[in-house]
C-alpha cells in the first residue's frame, strides 16, 4: 500500500478515572487530510469550534456536530476500510493494573505503544508514519517514538522460519517525531477525543445505558419549551442521556455498515475482532506477569 501514513490521538479519564482510553484515528495521510475537510466543514455549518465527548450536554449544535462527526467516519471511511478507529481501554482495578506504587504515566505510554503497534500491523504492515497526539498529553512523546522504531513491523509467530535465505529481513517501524497538536484547531484529534471518552462512558454507564435505551432509544424526544425541560429535567441527567442517545444511534449505525460493533454483548463499547476498521479494545491482562510498570524509587 503506498503513500505516507499518520496517526491523531487523544486519551480520556488518564490520570483520575478508573477507566482509561486510547484513540488512534489511522490512515493514510491524503484520506485523513480528506476526512479532515469533511469535519470541519460540520464544524462550520453547526457553528461550533469543538468537539469533544465532555461537551455532549445540552447545546444542540455540538451534539449534532458530534452526530455528524461519527456518521462521516462509518459512512465514507470505515465501511470502506480506508480508515481505521483504534480505541484502547484499560480497567486500572483489574489484575494488571492494581498493583502498589503503579507508574501511571509509563503504563499510558505502553499503552500507547501496544494500539500503535497493532494499529500500523493491520495495514499491510506499513513502517512509515506520521504521529499526531494531543499537546495535552501527559506522555514523553519522542521516547514512545524511539521504541516504536524498535519494533519490527511483522509479528513473528512462535518458531515461525524463513522458507527463503534472501527473504526481506523483518524491519522495524520508522515513526517521525511526534507532532503534538491542539486539539481546537485539528477536527482529527477531536474526533479522537469523542471515540475515546464514549468507549470509557460505555464501562462506567453501561447497563444504565442499555436500559435508558431500551426504554426511550426508539422515541422521538417531545419538543417541549426550554423552560419545561428544565423543571423536569436537570441539567446533568439530561447530559447524561442525551450521552446514551449518541451512543445508542452510534451503535445502531455501526450495526447498519457491518462494523462488528456490540454495546449489548459486553454492556459497552467492544468488537468482537480487532482486525475490524473500528476496534473498541478492552484490554485484558495476558497471563500473571502482565503488571503495569512501577514507580521508581531512589
Known amino acids: 500500500m503506498s503513500g505516507s501514513f499518520a496517526v491523531y490521538s487523544d486519551e480520556s ?14 490512515g493514510q495521510v491524503s484520506t485523513l487530510t480528506e476526512l479532515k475537510q469533511h469535519l470541519q466543514k460540520i464544524l462550520r455549518e453547526k457553528q461550533v469550534s469543538e468537539v469533544k ?15 455528524g462527526f461519527l456518521h462521516c467516519l462509518i459512512t465514507k471511511y470505515a465501511c470502506r476500510e480506508i480508515i481505521r478507529a483504534d480505541i484502547l481501554t484499560w480497567d486500572t482495578q483489574d ?3 492494581a498493583i502498589q506504587g503503579r507508574d501511571n504515566k509509563a503504563n499510558l505510554e505502553r499503552m500507547y505503544y501496544k494500539v500503535f503497534v497493532h494499529a500500523a500491523r493491520q495495514w499491510k504492515n506499513q513502517k512509515e508514519w506520521k504521529f499526531y497526539p494531543d499537546e495535552n498529553s501527559q506522555v514523553d512523546w519522542n521516547g514512545i517514538a524511539r521504541v516504536l522504531n524498535r519494533t519490527p513491523i511483522i509479528k513473528k509467530q512462535t518458531g515461525q522460519q524463513s522458507l527463503f535465505e534472501n527473504e526481506e529481513p523483518n524491519q522495524p517501524l520508522n515513526v517521525e517525531y511526534p507532532v503534538p497538536l491542539k486539539s481546537v484547531e485539528e477536527p482529527l484529534i477531536q474526533l479522537a477525543d469523542l471515540l475515546a471518552g464514549m468507549t470509557r462512558f460505555t464501562k462506567e ?3 444504565h445505558c442499555l436500559s435508558w435505551l ?3 432509544g426508539n422515541k422521538k424526544q417531545p419538543q417541549l419549551p426550554n423552560f419545561l425541560c428544565e423543571n423536569v429535567l436537570s441539567e446533568p441527567i439530561r447530559a447524561k442521556q442525551n450521552r446514551f442517545r449518541l451512543i445508542g444511534e452510534f451503535d445502531a449505525l455501526c450495526k447498519r455498515y457491518g462494523m462488528g460493533v456490540s454495546l449489548r454483548r459486553k454492556k459497552c463499547l467492544w468488537t468482537g475482532k480487532n482486525t475490524n476498521p473500528v476496534n473498541f479494545w478492552n484490554y485484558e491482562p495476558q497471563h500473571e506477569y502482565d503488571q503495569a510498570p512501577r514507580r521508581v524509587t531512589n
Open 214 to 216: 431500551d426504554t426511550h
Open 205 to 207: 454507564e453501561g447497563e
Open 53 to 67: 465527548f465532555e461537551l455532549i450536554r445540552t447545546h444542540l449544535p455540538i451534539i449534532e456536530a458530534a452526530q
Open 95 to 97: 489484575s494488571r493494573h
Open 13 to 26: 479519564g488518564t490520570f483520575t478515572k478508573r477507566f482509561q482510553s486510547i484513540t488512534l484515528i489511522n
